[in-house]
């Protein structure tokens, strides 16, 4: 699946040993979209990569990450600038949470946070109708009054999901998060459903900038496993979004340890977000893939 010459084709996934057991991460969904899925498709995923998003020490160079998610958004919503695709995400009453994530080893990074918080307000947004959080939205103000979500979060293999993906960033809206751990977090798309995010998620964003695609145990971290990916992954809806990462990071095991190597436990609260909860497409097949950027190991 490609954008060329400024139109979206779709092709079949990769053919490879690796890209079949990327399609066993998740599994296969025969669900479609429902009736009132939103436009963009919730099928729609943009995949963007820029390898200067790098500085010559690694860091993050800022004004390079906010022209990636604003080229992002716009080629998401098919609009002729970015201006008018935020202006579609959000409106100037609405009251934003920017549900990030602060895990110490791989956070979302601020630039990032900065460049959503920007464009939110620059659609005209109070600005005290604003706010980045993770861990105490329960308790934010703003997010207890929120009218729209945009989630936002790295992803990485996680002990008790397989994958920490844009579904499992949204846990911490529940008192108790470790209720959703069993079956490999199978029932995550349930969050989706509770009064604090139903219908107020405009859109997801998956950090594939330094990705984490091994580890042992909870809270597993090693520089070793984790590579300059430079990429965002954006959608409307979590599972498309999701599922894309989910092959990607399958792709780099498989590459990484010279074999195919599943994800453990198996990410499959992706499939069942997306067959059981109407969260997106997950097969390869049914997601409308624009690949912006880089091309050069792209890994799909």
């Not at 798309?189 to 984490?212: H, Y």
């Not at 597993?220 to 990071?249: C, H, M, N, Q």
């Amino acid at each position: 699946m490609t954008k060329t010459s400024g139109t979206i084709s779709r092709r079949a996934f990769m053919g490879t040993a690796a890209g079949a057991a990327a399609a066993g991460v998740i599994g296969t969904s025969g669900h479609t979209e429902p009736k009132d899925s939103p436009t963009p498709p919730s099928s729609r995923v943009v995949l963007i990569r820029r390898r200067e998003v790098f500085g010559e020490d690694g860091a993050v160079q800022a004004k390079v990450l906010h022209r990636m998610l604003n080229e992002a958004v716009t080629a998401l919503l098919q609009t002729e600038n970015s201006t008018a695709a935020w202006k579609r995400l959000v409106r100037p009453d609405d009251v934003v949470g920017i549900k990030s994530n602060i895990w110490k080893n791989l956070a979302t990074p601020p630039a990032l946070e900065q460049a959503i918080r920007a464009e939110v307000e620059s659609v005209g947004v109070d600005p005290g109708n604003v706010s980045v959080d993770d861990r105490n939205v329960l308790s934010n103000p703003v997010f207890k009054r929120a009218t729209a979500l945009i989630n936002v979060r790295p992803m990485r293999i996680h002990h008790w999901s397989g994958l920490g993906t844009c579904l499992k960033n949204l846990i911490m809206f529940v008192p108790r998060p470790w209720e959703y751990h069993g079956d490999s977090c199978a029932s995550l798309g349930g969050l989706w459903q509770l009064p604090a995010i139903k219908d107020k998620v405009r859109l997801n964003i998956l950090v594939m900038l330094t990705p984490q695609f091994h580890g042992i145990g909870p809270h597993s971290f090693s520089k070793r496993f984790v590579w300059p990916y430079g990429g965002l992954i954006v959608g409307i809806e979590p599972a498309p979004v999701d599922a894309t990462g989910a092959r990607i990071i399958q792709a780099q095991r498989n590459l990484f340890f010279g074999e195919e190597r599943p994800i453990s436990p198996p990410a499959h609260h992706i499939e069942v977000a997306g067959r059981q909860y109407g969260l997106g497409a997950t097969d390869s097949g049914a997601i409308e893939l624009v690949r912006l950027g880089d091309e050069k190991g792209a890994l799909i």
